[in-house]
């Protein structure tokens, strides 16, 4: 059963500090990694993707992959309270032809003022 | 641009009855179409996904079951109810940016709730 582990949360951060979100996957051959940012009663949007080792950033956000320790993390910097949300990490399983992901269970964010 | 479109939005069903879900996608052709689930609490589960018109893969036994009529139209089906089907229900697409990264994108979902 291959997993992503994410940390449990709820992580809070004031306002403008940098929130750091952790995941941790056990197929050692996904080739792709994703962040998904879910606000409460909605749908879950692509914030950022990232398929090599190293850092990728847009914006605010930085993500950080290492396939040798299988880790990728998301940066968050400035966070602003419409930040606040549950932060989905999926990661590609290996072998398909298609695109399966396997999600996380979620880290819940809170941006306080 | 692409867009993709699920309805109803929200559904209160009673146990035993029926269900019909459905998911279209705008501005693209042929794309790969997903059907998830997120219950209360829980992670995101694949249900099911298509790669093509009349084309569906199931990931976990249920009693659920998934079509594709056209080839940017998805739905999910349940001919019972069970009260452990209520969740919401996402469906996604994706595009493919190389042979091997496929991206996938979310409708906004439809919640259900099985009493």
């Known amino acids: 059963q291959k997993e992503v582990e994410q940390n449990s949360g709820p992580l809070s951060v004031p306002e403008g500090a940098i929130a750091s979100l952790n995941c941790t996957y056990s197929d050692r051959g996904s080739q792709s990694f994703f962040w998904y940012r879910q606000y409460s009663g909605k749908s879950p949007e692509l914030i950022m993707s990232?398929?090599?080792?190293g850092d990728k950033e847009d914006g605010r956000f930085t993500a950080q992959l290492n396939k040798a320790s299988q880790y990728v993390s998301l940066l968050i910097r400035d966070s602003q309270p419409s930040d606040s949300a549950t932060y989905l990490c999926?990661?590609?399983?290996?072998?398909?032809?298609?695109?399966?992901?396997?999600f996380g269970q979620g880290t819940i964010l809170t941006v306080h003022p | 641009s692409q867009t993709i479109h699920q309805w109803p939005a929200t559904l209160v069903q009673p146990v035993g009855s029926p269900l019909s879900l459905e998911c279209t996608v705008e501005?693209?052709?042929?794309?790969?179409l997903y059907w998830y689930r997120q219950a209360a609490g829980r992670g995101l589960q694949l249900l099911f996904y298509?790669?093509?018109?009349?084309?569906i893969s199931s990931e976990v036994p249920q009693n659920l079951s998934a079509s594709r009529p056209q080839d940017r139209q998805f739905i999910l089906s349940s001919k019972k109810l069970l009260l452990s089907d209520s969740g919401f229900y996402l469906c996604?697409?994706?595009?493919?940016?190389?042979?091997?990264?496929?991206?996938?994108?979310f409708g906004p979902g439809t919640r259900l709730l099985v009493l």
């Open positions: 298509s790669v093509g018109i009349g084309q």
């Open positions: 996604a697409w994706s595009v493919w940016s190389s042979w091997w990264q496929e991206t996938q994108y």
């Open positions: 501005g693209t052709s042929n794309p790969n």
């Open positions: 999926a990661v590609s399983a290996s072998g398909t032809s298609y695109g399966k992901l396997t």
């Open positions: 990232i398929y090599s080792n």
